[in-house]
């Protein structure tokens, strides 16, 4: 099979992908639907954008898991959480944790999201207040932090302060200092490419590589506070059980919810978590569903900025609503908020790719055939057993074939008129790879979803967004598979972050 040059037999085409998320597309063009290219150690992956292979390897969740690799890089950041298992353990994992996402839960905490939206347009309002020609706020740190105030309190009943002043965040938030110096110093792409090798080949976790400090801390203090949040959460279900009503029992957080369930005594040992899976639930939760969320915040400012009619238009559906406070019922009746949420997702999913495993020999059929590299024609790819397996998530979300001539273009009156092929596509949600599909589909994607439009409410109402920077400058960046928009140096390094011009929207004027 056809594919690119491999530079080096160590790396494979490891380093260039990290540095160069679009590479998977170039190699698309180049070689077809079909290619295969090579990871650390000369190990072989296997490229697919057919839309009948990938359903099949999306929705064969017992032929095709998730890599001991993928796996190892989770389970020694997070533990044993959702992220970190796969077979009966995902099984088991999964459906005690199905009813915390169902969506009338989700509904519940559609106050949080709204809660924390409205205290980030405050504090922006504040910053801009003298300002009338605005001012260059990086909009990506404020939805990190945001985000990171919703996943604690929604996700685990835990205060981040994520909004206050930056002498009151670095006191009251080791969890936060610990998670944002993995994740974002400077040099937490190097790590994260270390962390990478080591997850490959575990035998070299002895060796002290760049990062393992920070991440040994990181870990440490994860560790403990996730403790603490469970033994303080089992206690409160314990008391609250011999009262009728306590704070506790209205609490409606994710983990709350799992605690109470966990403990009733109406639930048998199979559908039971122990406290240290419970507890690697919360960095888990932290880790899938704030980088990401922030990310789709991010990048659906970023399009506005660069299309000033969409930015109107929805700003003016999001002020035909005379209120500050909206409903989940509110958020979801708004067509063009929708429209514009989906379109983001489609275009700029923050995870854009994902591998699998095959554990057996099998083959994957094809919607169109391909050719080998001696002319021979094949109706379907012999997969074997082992074979890794490159899952292009925005390649399917941007397939002209699938979506249209216009697939690279952000257009959310797309979705008002869909092209009847997107129905191939195995996602859970709106035809889109975005949130996946199959057994692995992103749990938290309700939340997600109703997350980002109230932040979008109350931030696209209150202010316009112009660019800070030539658009050419701000580009995704890969940290493991999650990527985020960063700024282009002079020296060509990129650091995380997304540079807007922040003006007070006036309504009269
Ligand atoms: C726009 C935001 C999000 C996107 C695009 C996203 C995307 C994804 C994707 C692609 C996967 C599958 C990865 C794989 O199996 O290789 C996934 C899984 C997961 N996501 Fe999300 N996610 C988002 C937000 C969230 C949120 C807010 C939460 C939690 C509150 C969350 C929790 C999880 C968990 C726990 C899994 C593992 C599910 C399993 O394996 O059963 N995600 N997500």
Redesign the pocket.
């Known amino acids: 099979m056809a594919g690119p040059p491999s530079p080096s037999f160590i790396f494979g085409n490891f380093h260039a992908l990290v540095a160069d998320s679009s590479l998977t597309s170039q190699w698309r063009r180049q070689f077809g639907r079909n290619f295969r290219f090579r990871l650390l150690f000369g190990r072989v992956e296997l490229h697919t954008s057919d839309i009948k292979a990938v359903a099949r390897i999306v929705t064969n969740g017992s032929i095709y898991n ?1 890599t001991p690799s993928n796996l190892n890089f989770a389970r020694d950041l997070l533990g044993n959480g ?2 970190s298992v796969e077979g009966e353990e ?1 099984k088991r994992q ?1 459906r005690i944790m199905n009813p915390a996402f169902a969506p009338m839960q989700i509904r519940a905490l559609t106050e949080v999201y709204v809660e924390k939206a409205i205290h980030l347009r405050d504090v922006w309002a504040h910053q801009v207040a003298d300002n009338p020609d605005g001012v260059v706020l990086d909009v990506s740190g404020w939805f990190r932090r945001v985000t990171l105030a919703v ?1 604690g309190q929604a ?1 685990f009943n835990y205060e981040f302060n994520a909004l206050a002043s930056e002498e009151e965040k670095e006191e009251s938030n080791p969890l936060n200092k610990a998670f944002n110096d993995l994740q974002h110093s400077p040099q937490s792409q190097l790590y994260a490419r270390f962390r990478t090798v080591q997850a490959v080949f575990p035998a070299l976790k002895i060796l002290p590589v760049p990062g393992s400090q920070v991440m040994s801390q990181a870990r440490a203090v994860m560790r403990a506070i996730s403790g603490q949040i469970i033994s303080t959460g089992k206690a409160e279900v314990v008391a609250a059980d011999s009262k009728e009503e306590t704070p506790f029992m209205s609490k409606r957080d ?1 983990i709350s919810l799992l605690l109470k369930s966990n403990l009733s005594a109406d639930v048998p040992e199979t559908h039971r978590m122990s406290d240290r899976d419970m507890a690697a639930q919360i960095p ?2 932290l880790f ?2 704030q980088e ?2 922030s990310a ?1 915040i991010s990048w659906t400012l970023h399009v506005m900025s660069l299309q000033p009619r969409v930015q109107t238009k929805l700003r003016d559906e999001l002020l035909s609503l005379d209120t500050d406070n909206p409903t989940t019922e509110e958020l979801n009746g708004l067509p063009y908020l929708e429209c514009v949420v989906r379109e983001t ?1 489609r275009l700029y ?3 854009p790719y ?1 591998q699998r495993v095959a554990t057996q020999d099998d083959v994957l059929p094809l919607a169109e055939p391909w050719m080998d590299l001696r002319g021979e024609v094949h109706e379907n790819l012999l997969v074997p057993k082992g074979q890794i397996l490159h899952v292009p ?1 925005r390649a399917v979300n941007t397939d002209p074939e699938i979506w249209g001539p216009d697939a690279l273009e952000f257009v959310p009156e797309r979705w008002d008129a869909l092209p009847e092929a997107i129905s191939a596509i195995p996602g859970v949600y709106a035809h889109l790879l ?3 599909g199959g ?7 309700r ?2 979803l109703l ?2 439009k109230a932040i979008l409410y109350a931030v696209v109402r209150a202010f316009e967004f112009t660019p800070a920077i030539p658009k050419e400058r701000i580009v995704p960046q890969a940290l493991g ?1 999650i990527h985020r928009p960063a700024v282009v140096g002079e020296d060509k390094s990129q650091i995380s972050g997304l540079p807007l011009v922040v003006r007070a929207y006036n309504h009269e004027a």
């Open positions: 998730k959702l992220l995902h999964r996943i996700g994710v888990t939760l899938a569903g990401t969320t789709v997702l999913p923050p995870v994902t998530i975005t949130f996946f057994t692995h589909n992103c749990i938290g994607y939340f997600a997350e980002i598979l």
